[in-house]
C-alpha cells in the first residue's frame, strides 16, 4: 500500500514537468525549472529505465539548450506534413476531436476552482497537456490539505486519462521525428504505471485504434474499387472463356 500523503509532493514533480513537455507554449520560460526537475528524478527515479531517459534529456539541456525540445515539439505535434499526433481523449475514444469525453472532463473541472486559462491554453481540456496540467493543480491542492480534491483526482485518472495515455506513449516513442521526446515518452510511461499503483486501477487493454471519418470513407471506396475490379476481371475471364469455345454448347 502507497503511502498518499508522502507522495503527493513527488506526484506534483512528475505531473508539472510532464506537463512542460506537453503545453503549446510560445513562452521563452516554457521549460522553466524542467532541469531541477529531471535532476531529482534522475537521483530517485521510478526505474533504471526513467532515471536514464531522465539523465539524457538533462544532459541535452546542458549542452544544447532548449532549442532541440522546441523544434521536436513542433514537428511532433504541429507539423504542415508528416504525421501529427494527437493528444485528445476524444480523438483517442471516438476518432474524432471534441466529443463526448471532453464535456466528461469540464464536468470534472466545474466541481473544482480551477479554470482554464482560454488566452494561454489553446488546446481542449480533453487534451493530455491539459490533464497533465489539471492534475498537477489537484494533487498541490491536496498537498494543501484540500482533500475533496482526491477523490477528483481518482476519477479523473481512471475514467480519462488511463484508457487513452498508453496510445499517445505509443506514438510518443515510435514517431520518426521522436529523439529527446522518446525519453519523454519513457518517463510519461513509468509515471502512468506509478499512477495506476497509487489508485489501484489496471492498465486498459490496448484496443484497435478508432477509425477517423475520413479513413473509413477511404475504407469504403477501397473496398467499392475492389469489388469492382473483381467483377470485371470475373466478366472478363467468362468472355475470354466463351471466345476460345468453352462456352459453346
Known sequence: MIDKTSTNKARALYYGLLSKFLVYSTEANRFEGVDDALAVIGTNPLDEHSGAAAKRVLTTLDTQGTQPLIEEYDALFHAFVGRVIRTSASFYEEGHEAGKKLVEVRGF????????????????????????????????????????????????FEQIINPFVDEVVE?????NKSDVYKDVAILLNAFMEFERLYFEVAKVPKKEAKKTKQELADEQEMQRRAANKAKRDAERAVKASCESGVCDA
Do not use: W
Not at 116 to 133: H, Q
Not at 171 to 175: E, R
Open 109 to 156: 473541472i466545474a466541481k473544482t476552482k480551477i479554470r482554464r486559462n482560454e488566452a494561454t491554453f489553446k488546446d481542449n481540456e480533453d487534451t493530455l497537456p491539459f490533464l497533465l496540467t489539471f492534475m498537477h493543480d489537484l494533487v498541490a491542492l491536496s498537498v494543501e490539505g484540500h482533500k475533496e480534491y482526491d477523490n477528483i483526482q481518482h476519477c479523473l
Open 171 to 175: 506514438a510518443l516513442f515510435t514517431h
